[in-house]
């Protein structure tokens, strides 16, 4: 898949800094700050040291603003931008991992851009520090409450107002995974491998042979770690093994716990012991955990930004580059004869799965390996989940296909203000 269409910037009419509303997220994305992270005082600073800038108002401290710098980048605007920069610099090793400090980081390279900023000259006067700075609060420039910062998208929607983008990814079967750029891997995984792993969410699933001597495994347990997140939620952790897949976090909650946000994580389950859905309003996430036939299946539609939170260190994500060719069954042992006859498999996996598309394939796999027509469940549960999750239900249906590019690094990430979306590692 290739990387997606990337949202307009936002950008200010000739003659005037950059408006309260192009930078409306730094201030909705408040709530997210962690207590020794100061990206909420260069937001304000920023904010004040402006304000004198813009049409009607009064003359500021700052002089010689102009719609895109004077030569040199010695305008207000520049100024302003130069503080704000040197700003979050200095705040840069408290702030890691902060959603808020690195949108403010990419959207001030953006800002610099439109406005033809140098990076080296003059900064703005420093400006009174306390608590009348304007923007420390939770409500946006206007006076109206912010969006809340634990409803990821609704904050996007008010931003750019159109809806996020979302990617999604499945593994089921023995185990097939659907990766995040419509690729389909049928892999032999045997132990624990990583699903996901980025500063948000983790998944790792843990496989076994479907059986014995056989190249073909399938997951049997899978632990799902929603990491802590200012404001929002505590870190909850939810593990699923066959035959017991519970309706509750591992500490026996339902929900994010005691912040704020706490009702943006919740877990539900409408068929115990064989289907569970957790909510994650807070990342615009939705996870849906299955059990057929013994084993188990993970589904997930997860906003494109979250998805691609991830640094160089955590690049082995099935859902995100599939299964490591080494770990990939070949054409040969995808198609060895198992204890059903060819043709009684694809029979059974038809009534369910008429299109012969990837879904049908691995079900008549995984039912010619196993040997039990049970198998056909899982690969209809995940079609299911497909159409549900989709965004896009022009690729609902894959055929066979080689492998695709990893989904970008930070460095190649679709912006989410004005410059690229970046997160780097949570600060454990």
């Known amino acids: 898949m290739g990387d997606p269409g990337q949202p307009p910037s936002p950008r200010s009419p000739h003659g005037s800094p950059p408006t309260l509303s192009a930078l409306t997220l730094l201030l909705l994305l408040c709530g997210h700050a962690h207590s020794q992270c100061k990206i909420l005082r260069c937001n304000a600073e920023y904010v004040s040291s402006t304000l004198g ?238 059990q057929t036939a013994g084993q188990l299946s993970f589904s997930i539609k997860v906003a494109e930004d979250v998805a691609r939170a991830f640094s160089a260190e955590q690049d082995l994500q099935l859902c995100v580059g599939g299964c490591p060719p080494s770990q990939q069954l070949s054409r040969s042992e995808r198609s060895r004869r198992g204890a059903l006859a060819v043709e009684s498999a694809r029979q059974l996996c038809k009534e369910g799965l008429p299109v012969e598309d990837a879904y049908f394939h691995s079900c008549v796999f995984d039912v010619l390996v196993s040997g039990d027509p049970n198998f056909t469940a899982a690969a209809q549960a995940a079609l299911e989940d497909a159409r549900a999750f989709l965004p896009d239900l022009e690729k609902l249906h894959l055929f066979p296909s080689d492998g695709g590019a990893p989904l970008a690094a930070p460095a190649l990430l679709a912006p989410l203000l004005s410059g690229s979306f970046v997160l780097w590692l949570c600060a454990q």
């Open 53 to 290: 800038l813009r049409g009607g108002g009064s003359p500021g401290a700052l002089r010689g603003a102009g719609g895109r710098g004077a030569p040199g980048g010695a305008g207000g605007v520049c100024r302003a931008l130069r503080s704000y920069a040197l700003c979050t610099r200095r705040t840069a090793r408290t702030c890691r991992g902060d959603l808020a400090f690195h949108s403010a980081v990419h959207g001030i390279e953006d800002l610099m851009i439109q406005h033809n900023c140098s990076r080296q000259g003059p900064t703005a006067p420093p400006l009174p520090r306390g608590p009348g700075l304007p923007g420390a609060g939770r409500a946006s420039a206007s006076g109206s409450p912010a969006a809340d910062p634990c409803d990821y998208e609704a904050q996007f929607s008010r931003l750019h107002g159109r809806a996020p983008g979302f990617l999604h990814c499945a593994s089921f079967g023995d185990p097939h995974v659907r990766t995040f750029h419509h690729h389909f891997h049928t892999c032999r995984v045997q132990g624990a491998w990583p699903l996901l792993d980025n500063d948000f969410l983790f998944v790792q699933a843990t496989s076994s042979p479907v059986a014995l001597g056989a190249n073909a495994t399938t997951t049997r347990k899978l632990t799902i770690i929603f990491k802590n997140m200012q404001e929002c939620i505590d870190q909850k952790v939810y593990q699923a093994e066959v035959d017991n897949l519970p309706a509750a976090f591992e500490d026996g909650s339902m929900n994010g716990g005691d912040r704020p946000g706490g009702s943006s994580l919740s877990i539900r389950s409408a068929s115990p012991g064989s289907r569970v859905e957790i909510r994650a309003a807070y990342i615009g996430t939705t996870i849906v955990i299955r």
